[in-house]
Every structure is written in structure tokens, then in C-alpha cells.
């Protein structure tokens, strides 16, 4: 925010460093809420029944499981966010880009392709949720106490029940 050089420190009293911190929060708060409803909460499973890695690069964890490299183009992420918001009336592509990411619904690290069927575009206040959750998973596959098979069954419960997620997380840590 600019302010002129002769405000030295207030204005009726009031730092002035407060009150613009106060004002961009307040619209980083009202810009969640001008949009709400407008993407979507979790992957649609018409669009994003979730896939597996059927070309690998190599295999991981001692349960030996398909990995495919992050190779998701520019042209697929946006194909993908506008199928979501034709098919469903969402509106990702009237919001900032830096809110989204094209998300692989079973997780690249889970064994997860690199395919429209495995992707859709998830919110920031979403992925905030379900990247720990992931993270732990994988984690726990890479140690042998958890197998392919419970871990995509638990990221995708997750995913389509974001109030679960915290809930699976603890339980996973606890393994």
C-alpha cells in the first residue's frame, strides 16, 4: 500500500503499518469468501476417477510400486480446469492462478499417473489439508508399514471428505 512520505508513523493515532497489514488481510479473507462454492471441494469422480501408474520410470518402496516422473504438461492442467468448470459450473479460470494446483489425485508418490483421469485443480485452503496427509503416507509406504493398496484408499477418503483428513492423519502418524 503507498503512503505519503509526510505520514510519519500515524494517522489519528494509528500506525499506519497496522492498518495496512489490517486492510490486505481483511481482503485476503473477503477474496476466499467472493469465490466460495466457485471450485470444486474435492476430485469429481466423473472427470477424476484416479489412475495408476501404468509406465513407469522406476519402482519404489519395498512393495516395489510403479512410479511415473511429475510430467504433467501446460495444455492438460489447463484442459482440466476448464472441463471442471464447463462440466460443473465451477469458475477456476476466473480465479488467480496462484490459488490452484493441478493436483494427481492418487499421488505421484502412491504410484499415481500423469493423466487427465488422475488430476483436477485444487484450492489452496484444500491442498493445505491433504499435502501433509500425503506427505505422511508416502512416508510410511517408503518404510514398509503401509501398502499401496491402504494408502490410495486413504488419500482418496480424505480427499472426498476433507473434515476426515485430520482425523486419518493422526492415525497414520500413529503407525
Not at 490486505?24 to 469468501?33: E, K, N, R, T
Not at 503401509?146 to 476426515?164: F, M, P, R, S, T
Request: proline share 6%; charged share 20%.
Amino acid at each position: 500500500m503507498f503512503l505519503p512520505a509526510t505520514v510519519k508513523g500515524g494517522l489519528f493515532g494509528v500506525n499506519m503499518k497496522i492498518v495496512a497489514t489490517a486492510l490486505l488481510f481483511c481482503s485476503l479473507v473477503l477474496s476466499q469468501f467472493t469465490f466460495a462454492g466457485s471450485f470444486p471441494r474435492g476430485p469429481i469422480d466423473q472427470l477424476t476417477p484416479g489412475v495408476l501408474c501404468s509406465t513407469p520410470h522406476s519402482y519404489r518402496y519395498p512393495e516395489k510400486i510403479a512410479y511415473c516422473e511429475r510430467d504433467v504438461r501446460p495444455a492438460l492442467k489447463e484442459k482440466v480446469m476448464k472441463e471442471y468448470d464447463r462440466r460443473f459450473g465451477f469458475q477456476t479460470g476466473q480465479m488467480p492462478r496462484g490459488v490452484f494446483k493441478i493436483d494427481h489425485f492418487i499421488p505421484l508418490c502412491m504410484g499415481g499417473a500423469n493423466v487427465a483421469a488422475n488430476l483436477w485443480p485444487q484450492h489452496v485452503s484444500i491442498y493445505k489439508i491433504t499435502d501433509p496427509l500425503e506427505q505422511e503416507l508416502c512416508l510410511k509406504m517408503a518404510e514398509g508399514k503401509l501398502l499401496q493398496k491402504a494408502a490410495v484408499q486413504l488419500i482418496k477418503e480424505a480427499k472426498n471428505n476433507l473434515d476426515g483428513a485430520l482425523v486419518i492423519l493422526r492415525q497414520v502418524r500413529a503407525l
